[in-house]
């Protein structure tokens, strides 16, 4: 059982993890010891291939791990992180923002933004209450009624942010964030997740070494090892 410390939000003790990779197998994570600690950005670092995504795939409940143990809030991950209970607690804790927005193109800004919100209960009206809130907030107030289609890269981005916003959660995990984008657009992108760091706590996925200097904290992966 992991000792309380209100300082820490996620804790990794020992964890480890593979896949079948036809008759054999590929080892990705080796012994992972690490504490993410609140309103506190943090960016993982390593080549391709390094278990990065791995990792923020084990933090935001969609895998399990092999061995170890994860704790979110003190609370072992295996209390919580299956079937439909992984599912609202992926919903209520956890914003999730891609390289890809992943939005989706039928649906206008708001309505995408909303989603969460309605698949966690929350009635029409305040989820699009929170959505335009949210949107506004971010500078999208004027590009409510546009589907993606008709929005810049860095809008989209900035619309899959309000989306992983939308049920206020603690944590917001991030893969390649500004990965697709310019790098004006880029730093405006960042700019918002170092904003948003003051009152969440943000894993981050990222090739850009100059947020070693930028982020809270930095985890270099190396063969699924800390380095």
């Known amino acids: 059982m992991m000792t309380e410390n209100h300082e820490i939000l996620v804790r990794l003790e020992h964890v480890r993890k593979g896949y079948a990779l036809g008759a054999g197998r590929i080892e990705v994570l080796h012994d992972i010891t690490y504490d993410f600690r609140r309103c506190c950005w943090t960016v ?128 917001i995990l991030a893969d390649e964030p500004t990965g697709n984008l310019d790098s004006a657009t880029g730093a405006a992108i960042l700019k918002l997740f170092r904003e948003l760091s003051r009152t969440h706590t943000v894993v981050m996925i990222t090739h850009n070494e100059a947020l070693t200097t930028a982020a809270d904290a930095v985890i270099r992966l190396a063969d699924g090892q800390l380095v």
């Open 44 to 171: 993982l670092l390593g080549a391709s291939g390094s278990g990065k995504t791995t990792l923020l795939n084990l933090i935001g409940a969609l895998e399990a791990p092999d061995a170890g143990v994860l704790y979110y809030d003190g609370v072992d991950y295996r209390k919580m992180a299956s079937g439909s209970l992984a599912a609202r607690f992926r919903n209520r804790r956890i914003g999730f923002v891609f390289q890809n927005y992943q939005l989706l193109p039928e649906f206008n800004i708001v309505e995408n933004a909303m989603l969460p919100a309605l698949l966690g209960g929350v009635s029409r009206r305040d989820a699009r209450e929170r959505a335009e809130h949210l949107l506004d907030r971010i500078g999208l107030g004027a590009r409510l009624r546009h589907r993606p289609a008709e929005l810049s890269g860095g809008e989209q981005q900035r619309a899959a942010i309000a989306r992983a916003l939308v049920n206020d959660p603690e944590l």
